[in-house]
């Protein structure tokens, strides 16, 4: 059989077989090269061949390893004993490791912001970092779920804000919220005329399994965050983004996004504030989950401790209220009341 492809695909043919075929724990000898050459490309190659272009691609740049070992061997002409060198097991060192592969794919699947039908073309783009043997063990990776965003224009979402952050311009949308009938529906004035939003973005930031976008409202003068997955209809607007540091609440600061989402642990909207909370000793893990390191502790006994946390104010009534009685407010004052106060209307409802 004469070969069907042309010979100055072969070294692209080596390269792709490389891919596929090879990692740390698979390698391939320039034989076994030579065979999926043949049934996968009905290319009839030498070893000679073969071994330049693998010399070729090494020297390309590419990360190919292999094993090297010295045989004796008889020369033909002179009789002498030379080394000859034998090129063998030879593998490609992927740019991700299966363990980073399997984190990002991960991070995709138990996303809710990201559409069904999207998420699995990314899984499938990130399988095809790796070998096959990989893909073949994504299989017993538990299944996405599809009850997420059915917004299918978050990445252009994505990209409409990042231009706007990078140009320091406005945006407006229109903002979807789900109905009792379970489908999203475009939000509303009172006239039932359809909201626009106008907006200054400043960043975007995951938070508990959501894309957010962190801006300002123009109406306001404070600080709002969205969720991507139910922002439509966006556009670009000409006018300048209000400055950040103008805003209420950042006192007259530029965004520190790792402050800013440490301290916003549900990404509600409200001031931060030095809060003292005093939780059973069992917490003290979810605490630090939840706000962080920076926290101070103090006061503790066989049962309890005293946490110190600078954080959103609403986010924190919902910490305490969420784990009541194991978190008790302790001040400011007016926050305890209002978890007090949200507590008695919830045990108002069970009467």
Not at 227 to 236: A, N, Q
Not at 296 to 310: A, L
């Amino acid at each position: 059989m004469k070969s069907r492809q042309p010979k100055k695909f072969l070294i692209f043919y080596i390269l792709d077989i490389l891919r596929k075929y090879t990692d740390e724990n698979h390698s391939l000898s320039q034989k076994e090269i030579g065979n999926l050459l043949k049934s996968r490309y009905e290319m009839i190659v030498d070893r000679k061949s073969i071994k330049t272009n693998l010399m070729d691609l090494i020297e390309l740049g590419f990360d190919i390893e292999y094993d090297e070992t010295v045989r004796l061997v008889k020369n033909r002409k002179t009789g002498e004993i030379e080394e000859s060198y034998i090129l063998s097991d030879f593998y490609m060192r992927h740019e991700f490791t299966d363990a980073e592969l399997r984190l990002l794919i991960d991070g995709l699947l138990f996303s809710r912001h990201i559409p069904y039908r999207q998420c699995r073309e990314l899984v499938g783009k990130l399988e095809g970092l790796s070998s096959d043997y990989f893909l073949s063990r994504m299989k017993h990776i538990a299944t996405m779920p599809e009850d997420r965003t059915d917004n299918k224009q978050i990445f252009y979402n994505i990209a409409i804000l990042d231009e706007a952050i990078s140009h320091n311009r406005k945006v407006q949308f229109k903002y979807v919220e789900y109905d009792i009938d379970g489908k999203q529906h475009i939000k509303t004035r009172a006239d039932g005329t359809e909201r626009i939003y106008v907006v200054s973005p400043y960043q975007m930031a995951a938070k508990e399994g959501k894309y957010y976008l962190i801006c300002n409202y123009d109406k306001y003068e404070d600080i709002s965050n969205y969720r991507l997955d139910r922002i439509v209809e966006i556009e670009l607007l000409d006018d300048k983004a209000k400055p950040f540091h103008d805003l209420k609440g950042a006192n007259g600061q530029n965004l520190n996004l790792s402050d800013y989402v440490k301290e916003h642990v549900y990404m509600y909207s409200s001031n931060t504030t030095r809060v003292k909370l005093r939780v059973v000793n069992a917490m003290i893990s979810d605490v630090i989950d939840l706000f962080g390191t920076d926290v101070r502790f103090s006061d503790k006994n066989e049962t309890h401790v005293t946490v110190s946390v600078k954080a959103n104010e609403i986010a924190v009534l919902q910490f305490a209220k969420n784990y009541a009685p194991d978190v008790v407010v302790l001040e400011p004052q007016e926050m305890r009341e209002k978890a007090i106060a949200d507590l008695q209307k919830g045990l108002a409802g069970y009467q």
